[in-house]
């Protein structure tokens, strides 16, 4: 008896405060994700590193062998100095000379990074002016193409998806559904192949050193808008047509992200996922859902209000031989 009581009184607990409940486990499946991560990644990692450490301190030892005029201090000094100028972009190489950073197609690849949070990190502002104005320019920039995506990104839905899952819905009679749930996935194989796979494989007939893989990731790392900056297309030596490539990638990440926030909503709007994030959601109080309830009902009330009151305005004024007569008019008729 007692134990049937005590399980009764768990279960009640446990669906009163489910959300809770729902909401520590994702933050606590999160922090797993990110334990997971960090030791796959240090795993996989770090015995490279201890590779290139050891070949680089290899070829340091042997240089300074074979150059017994100059100290270590010295080659450190200049090792630091080139290492500073390549974090902003400027390379001490030879075959690399005639590539500006700060020329205009450059400087609009450099800003389109910025806005879209991407930030390869391979160009940054050299002056002081350049880092002030950079802070300015994100701080309205970056809500300024939040709002441009987000107004995009609703226009496109309406014909991407809404309007094709009701046509067969409607149409075919479907179930709403199942339709979404094809359309979503058919959606996301198109932007897939037109925005990761096709892509990749240019990029790796134009850049010289890299394969399909390196091609694809950067890809998805560009369009997922994390950036890493270790892969940065058009800056090879001898790029041809530079200035033309450097634009076209402009678009194609701008296109790109549009195509994914459209592929995120699309998803987003699946019911299954809708009833699965509503998991980890806090629970509106009934106070707050009769006050929406009523402002809801207030605000159909005067929009219906006010468009009646527009229409009989409009009706009065199509109406054929009326006159508007004067209050003196209808007093004297009264008199009279």
């Known amino acids: 008896m007692l134990q049937s009581l005590a399980g009764s009184s768990c279960v009640r607990l446990v669906e009163q405060h489910r959300s809770a409940w729902c909401f520590a486990l994702l ?11 960090a030791v796959v990644f240090s795993s996989v990692e770090l015995p490279y590193e201890d590779l290139l450490r050891q070949e ?4 340091k030892q042997s240089f300074l062998e074979d150059h017994a005029c100059l100290s270590e201090q010295q080659l450190e000094e200049f090792l630091m100095r080139v290492l500073e100028a390549s974090n902003y972009g400027v390379s001490v190489l030879s075959n690399a000379s005639g590539n500006w950073n700060w020329d205009f197609t450059s400087s609009l690849f ?20 350049g880092k002030a104005f950079c802070i300015i320019y ?8 939040l709002l441009f995506l987000t107004a995009v990104v609703q226009r496109i839905i309406v014909y991407v998806t809404r309007r094709p899952v009701l046509y067969f819905h409607i149409r075919w009679g479907f179930s709403k559904q199942v339709v979404a749930i094809i359309h979503a996935v058919v959606l996301g194989f198109i932007t ?3 925005f990761f796979l096709i892509p990749a494989a240019i990029f790796s007939v134009l850049e010289d050193n890299w394969n399909f893989l390196e091609s694809f990731y950067f ?9 890493l900056g270790d892969y940065v297309p058009g800056e090879g030596y001898n ?4 200035e033309l490539y450097k634009i076209g990638i402009t678009c194609y990440l701008l296109l790109g992200l549009i195509a994914m926030l459209v592929v995120l909503e699309t998803f987003c709007e699946l019911h299954e996922l809708k009833k699965f994030r509503k998991l980890f959601y806090v629970k509106k109080d009934k106070e707050e859902d009769q006050e929406q309830i009523l402002e809801h009902d207030q605000l159909s009330f005067s929009s219906i209000s006010d468009q009646a009151a527009s229409m009989k305005d409009d009706q ?5 031989f009326v006159t508007s007569q004067s209050p003196t008019s209808n007093d004297s008729s009264l008199n009279n």
């Open 27 to 37: 933050v606590l499946g999160y922090l797993l994700y990110l334990v997971f991560g």
């Open 56 to 59: 680089l301190g290899k070829l």
């Open 192 to 194: 897939v192949s037109c």
């Open 219 to 227: 890809c998805f790392i560009s369009l997922s808008t994390i950036g």
């Open 110 to 129: 450099f800003a389109s990074t910025v806005l879209s949070t991407t930030g390869y990190g391979h160009t940054v502002p050299l002056s002081d002016g």
């Open 316 to 320: 009065k004024a199509n109406e054929p």
């Open 138 to 145: 994100s701080v309205i920039g970056i809500p300024f193409t």
């Open 239 to 242: 790029q041809k047509f530079r």
